[in-house]
């Protein structure tokens, strides 16, 4: 390289460097002078930010790596799920117990115990009520006394359902009563653990943490089930009253974990808690709170924060906002939750030991605990696809795989599982190891996928002048599809049997294309940046090629994502096509080596009149200090 080439490669350094320290607020640094700015877009954009600054339109870069202490800390949130899995894990096999059976049974003609359908549906399903009912009307504790203090009282309340239950002796009603209670506080924690596991969870991470909660629901569920194959070699009310006393350690331990859990720093920050909300966003994110990570955030959530509050308190009738796309959020999270009921996943867990001894096996109990086993770990899958691949793709491919174990699950039990008629009694073993196969797969496609991935969904989605309103609806959703599940199953089931399985299939193909048209993608996203594209009308098949405000170029076209003219089977078949110039400019961004090689090969291409005629156009806009100092270090420049 000639010496006039690295005289105008040390000048144009040196000067970007001495200007940030030597000129004025007002004056224009080297990198941003007319002549600079034509260059820049004659050679690539290339930009160069300042050492010691981060541009304020640029967010910094969260740490990486894996933040251990949010991942306990979250956990500890989750741990809400595990009570709320236990239950479900345990009620299936208190129906089969004999004591129960006998204090809260009718006689049959013969003399034997059993709960009529009718009985067996409200004592499975009334606690889903009580969910509906709980995160409808307390869902707004959140708001007005902080998440931490929300789970607390949640579960108090579902220590005091779990006493009216023991103390049931002959009265299936109190049982029921007791269970309706204990919804009240599983209802709040539906709501609370998944929106505090948002709010203090790194974006990086968001996805898979919050899939802890669900995590922790297969946990419940698992061990509920080995709790229930322990007690019934008892014969006596300690096949029941074990597991439900075990539901004080969870709600003691769910209380305790709350004092050592970080406080939403949304919250703090809408209370005026600031250096609170400060301390909890640097912790979240493993860094100082000085850090420009926690500013930054800090910043975004106040911006936000005020702007909710200049437009006032939401009402309910806010959730009918459609300029800012505030329904449309609403009816997905209804939506959605409700589509995960209408998998079909209950079916199994409910009523699973009911349905292995359909297809001929005695100890319902034993194989019940192999679907808590696929079901729990396929679950630590999720917590690794959901922030690799996305929400929308780990939601369509589970939907389809659902969807083909389901039509091999019901095909096989209606025409192979018995051979000569149901009341022959004879049934096909080979029929029932199939069905108990793909019920597996149908286990572990639900667990990675719709499962955890729902509750994501609807965390994410709201912003926070209306996320509890938004989750509570969404909740009282899911909740009552579960009661529909609980309750009319029996009647149901024995009235087509395994063709039962066909209104799950049908479900399923239509949530596939649900997810498809309705729900976009929100992978590492900040939960403020979810908002704006739900407001600039992102289509959501186009979604994951969406752009922050922060992170665009000057040839970013927001209107290309809001607009599709493809047909509708290209738009499912097809790839999406984006305009190429709508590039993320974290693309662009350089280390300080990248842009000094990138100046270097500009100055090779130019000839030396070009570099003299450039060094006459940028030395004369720097103040005339800056030039004399740079000419001092530079004197042939």
């Known amino acids: 390289m000639s010496d006039i080439e690295q005289e105008r490669a040390s000048t144009a350094v040196d000067v970007s460097r001495k200007s940030d320290n030597k000129i004025s607020n007002d004056s224009v640094s080297l990198l941003s002078t007319p002549s600079n700015k034509e260059l820049e877009e004659e050679k690539g954009d290339l930009q160069r930010p300042s050492e010691d600054e981060t541009p304020a339109s640029v967010s910094p870069l969260v740490p990486s790596g894996i933040n251990w202490g949010i991942c306990i800390l979250c956990l500890m949130v989750a741990f809400g799920g595990y009570i709320s899995g236990w239950d479900s894990g345990t009620i299936g096999g208190f129906e089969a117990h004999t004591d129960f059976l006998a204090r809260f049974g009718s006689t049959s003609g013969e003399g034997k115990r059993y709960l009529s359908k009718v009985r067996t549906g409200l004592l499975t399903s009334m606690f889903n009520v009580g969910q509906a009912i709980g995160s409808f009307f307390l869902g707004r504790l959140g708001d007005i006394y902080g998440r931490r203090i929300g789970l607390i009282v949640a579960s108090v309340i579902f220590i005091i359902g779990t006493v009216i239950q023991i103390a049931s002796v002959k009265a299936w009603y109190q049982y029921m009563i007791g269970r309706i209670i204990a919804g009240l506080g599983c209802g709040l924690i539906a709501i609370l653990s998944p929106m505090l596991i948002s709010e203090v969870s790194p974006k990086n991470m968001r996805g898979a943490m919050v899939s802890c909660y669900q995590l922790m629901i297969t946990l419940g569920i698992f061990l509920g089930y080995c709790t229930n194959y322990g007690t019934k070699k008892y014969h006596n009310s300690r096949q029941w009253r074990i597991p439900l006393g075990l539901q004080f350690a969870w709600c003691l331990f769910m209380i305790g974990a709350m004092l050592f859990v970080p406080e939403s720093p949304r919250f703090l920050i809408e209370k005026g808690r600031i250096e609170e909300a400060k301390r909890s966003i640097a912790k979240s ?4 709170a000085e850090d420009p990570v926690t500013i930054y955030e800090l910043d975004e959530i106040q911006a936000a924060v005020e702007k909710e509050r200049f437009v006032g308190t939401a009402s309910w009738k806010d959730l009918l906002d459609t300029q800012h796309k505030i329904l449309q959020r609403v009816v997905m999270g209804i939506m959605i939750l409700a589509l995960q009921q209408l998998t ?3 079916y199994f867990f409910y009523y699973g030991t009911t349905i292995f001894k359909a297809v ?5 109990f034993e194989t019940a605990i192999v679907f808590g086993v696929v079901n729990f770990f396929s679950t630590f899958c999720a917590l690794f696809l959901v922030d ?3 929400r929308r793709t780990c939601l369509l491919w589970g939907a389809a795989g659902m969807t083909c174990c389901m ?13 000569h008629g149901k009341k022959a ?3 096909s073993k080979g029929a029932g190891n199939c069905m108990i196969v793909f019920s597996c797969f149908f286990i572990f496609c639900f667990a990675t996928s719709w499962a955890p991935i729902a509750f994501v969904i609807i965390s994410e989605s709201f912003p926070l002048r209306v996320k509890a309103k938004g989750m509570a609806l969404a909740t009282v959703s899911n909740q009552m599809w579960n009661f529909c599940i609980g309750f009319f199953t029996p009647f149901i089931s ?9 209104v799950f299939m049908g479900c399923l193909v239509f949530a596939w294309f649900y997810v498809f048209f309705f729900v976009p993608e929100t992978k590492g996203l900040v939960l403020e940046e979810v908002d704006v594209m739900w407001q600039e009308g992102v289509l959501p098949w186009k979604s994951a090629e969406w752009v922050p405000p922060s992170q665009r170029n000057a040839d970013y076209d927001a209107d290309v994502l809001a607009n599709d003219d493809q047909p509708v089977w290209k738009r499912i078949f097809g790839k999406t096509n984006i305009d190429k110039n709508m590039v993320n400019k974290k693309a662009n961004e350089k280390t300080e080596a990248e842009i000094n090689d990138e100046i270097e090969a500009e100055i090779n291409d130019k000839t030396e009149s070009e570099i003299n005629t450039e060094k006459e156009s940028i030395v004369p806009s720097v103040p005339e200090s800056t030039r004399e100092s740079v000419l001092e270090s530079n004197p042939k420049a």
């Open 494 to 502: 024995g009235s087509i049997n395994f063709a039962y399985g066909y």
């Open 344 to 346: 079909g996943c209950n």
């Open 407 to 419: 039509v091999v699950f019901a095909s096989v039990g209606v025409t192979r599982l018995w051979p």
């Open 360 to 364: 001929g096996l005695e100890d319902g």
């Open 425 to 427: 009694g004879i049934v």
């Open 388 to 390: 690799r691949f996305g």
């Open 285 to 288: 994110n493993a860094v100082s």
